[in-house]
């Protein structure tokens, strides 16, 4: 139980539930479709427990998600072919896959699981039925508004639908794209101006953002320029002693260059950090889909699956926050099994290997849960958290937690209501069925849009009780480190009146007399 992106989209699913309009009465700087889909699930679960049976359901989804891509998979390719059963396969993409990604509401999973069932589809419908490329276009569509890196998704389906049927389905499933987008647009229009929906979601990131997360991020994959340089040079040996002509000298080097990207790619997860393992082998994938068209067979048919799937796995890490591909290393795992199985070199044992190697990465990534995102150690979980709300019954976190969580809770009773937590705790409202008097919930710098003096405004006018978490202005670098973290609470601890303080949170209430608004 952490007080940041645990609470992000509850807290904006929690305005959703109580009537308010997305872009229109709160700041969201993403497509909408995350945000509707879990109000969905916060409107029919069980208050009692209510963020633990979420935590569930999104396990689930995950778990579903799984299950659509390799079936998917599957149909294309037939494990069997390859000696692999789905069902066992399962497990391991399914760990290493979630790792230890806190099972919260997110647009990157969701958008996973909404493009792995139009993926599931699109393996079914081989001959590009109409009425199946209805909910092909609707389940990416759906995929695309979650967030911005998934936009292309869409476009992706569209060409593979090309590959497989030529000009005239692919005509129609562009249709289609497009139907559904003013249908979209229709809707966003019922409740707030396009130029409104627009503002909030494009600008948000710029063409730097994109290059660091999707090209150089992958391009400085290997931290350690020692190793770099050794995968790079030994596969040159094997294809230096066997080499024949120009060509397979060429072949050789880009099959051990392959192997020794893998190779690495296991040892970065069990003994350094699995995330950059996921880069190193997202690269080590690329490379095996031009190692089979180059050197193996030209056949963009039989391929366009899987680069449709490490598309999926490519988007899903745009992310300025988490720019990793981890979470759709099920995608990944069948490309490396499905375009280089025959390649890998028999030796006696390699069922043993094989499998030696899938338990000790999935062991390293169940083992990764004993550190829960932004929390203690499991075996330091041991406050139960059912005494703060009904909602959060189940779940258990450590003492700091707990006791910053109950003074709120006492903070709340003692002022009422109309309340600002600044800069964190997003899902403070939804805990306390309160609603706030602001456009958005986490008051940081990255979420309000440079709208800061309407917050502070809205602060003031509303003479709010602000409560600021102490960490953020006294155990921080004050000046180099909150003022471009949260210019609000900055505000809010210079130019308003302190009335109170406890352990975790000084309380503030009014503008100074001697201070003036933005």
């Known amino acids: 139980m952490e007080n940041w992106d645990t609470g992000y989209i509850p807290s904006f699913s929690w305005r959703v539930i109580n009537g308010q309009d997305i872009y229109q009465d709160f700041i969201y700087k993403g497509p909408p479709v995350t945000i509707y889909f879990h109000a969905f699930w916060m409107k029919v679960l069980p208050v009692e427990g209510q963020f633990y049976w979420i935590r569930i359901v999104n396990y689930l989804l995950f778990a579903i998600q799984v299950y659509f891509i390799l079936s998917a998979f599957d149909f294309f390719y037939k494990f069997k072919n390859y000696g692999i059963s789905k069902w066992m396969l399962m497990i391991p993409c399914y760990i290493i896959s979630i790792h230890n990604f806190p099972p919260y509401p997110w647009p990157t999973t969701d958008g996973l699981f909404f493009a792995s069932i139009a993926f599931w589809i699109f393996a079914k419908n081989k001959s590009d039925s109409f009425s199946l490329l209805i909910f092909i276009a609707f389940f990416s569509l759906l995929s695309a508004f979650t967030k911005q890196s998934f936009y292309l998704i869409p476009l992706g389906f569209l060409v593979c639908i090309f590959i497989r049927s030529g000009i005239k389905k692919s005509f129609l499933f562009g249709l289609l794209l497009f139907f559904f987008v003013g249908i979209y647009l229709l809707w966003i229009s019922s409740f707030t101006a396009i130029s409104n929906y627009l503002e909030q979601t494009s600008n948000q990131t710029s063409l730097v953002d994109l290059y660091q997360s999707g090209i150089a991020n992958y391009i400085h994959c290997f931290k350690n320029k020692w190793i770099l340089l050794f995968v790079a040079v030994f596969p040159i040996l094997p294809g230096y002693f066997t080499k024949k002509t120009d060509t397979f000298f060429l072949q050789e080097y880009f099959r051990w260059l392959i192997i020794t990207f893998s190779i690495t790619t296991v040892l970065y997860h069990l003994f350094q950090n699995e995330r950059d393992a996921s880069m190193i082998f997202f690269v080590s994938c690329s490379l095996i889909v031009i190692y089979y068209y180059f050197f193996v067979q030209k056949n963009i048919q039989f ?216």
């Not at 390293?364 to 849960?369: E, G, P, Q």
């Not at 600044?422 to 710098?445: C, E, H, R, V």
């Open 303 to 518: 391929i366009s699956p899987i680069l449709l799937g490490l598309l999926f796995a490519w988007s899903s890490a745009i992310s300025v926050g988490y720019p990793f591909p981890m979470l759709f290393s099920t995608g990944m795992i069948v490309s490396f099994i499905v375009l280089f199985y025959k390649e890998i070199p028999k030796f006696r044992y390699s069922k043993l290997i094989y499998y030696s190697v899938i338990t000790g990465v999935s062991l390293v990534s169940f083992a990764s849960n004993r550190n829960p995102y932004r929390d203690s150690a499991l075996e330091n979980l041991n406050y139960s958290l059912a005494t703060i709300s009904p909602k959060l019954k189940y779940i258990k976190t450590d003492r700091e937690t707990f006791e910053k969580h109950n003074e709120l809770k006492q903070l709340i009773k003692k002022y009422g209501k109309n309340f600002i937590v600044a800069p964190g705790s997003p899902m403070s409202n939804y805990i306390f069925d309160n609603q706030s008097k602001l456009p958005a919930d986490w008051i940081i710098t990255n979420e309000v849009m440079g709208r800061e003096s309407l917050f502070i405004r809205l602060a003031a006018k509303q003479k709010s009780y602000i409560f600021i978490e102490k960490e953020y202005v006294i155990d921080k670098p004050y000046i180099h480190y909150m003022i471009l973290y949260s210019g609000i609470t900055s505000f809010f601890y210079e130019n308003f009146n302190k009335i109170d303080e406890t352990k975790h949170y000084l309380v503030y209430n009014s503008l100074r007399h001697d201070k003036k608004l933005p």
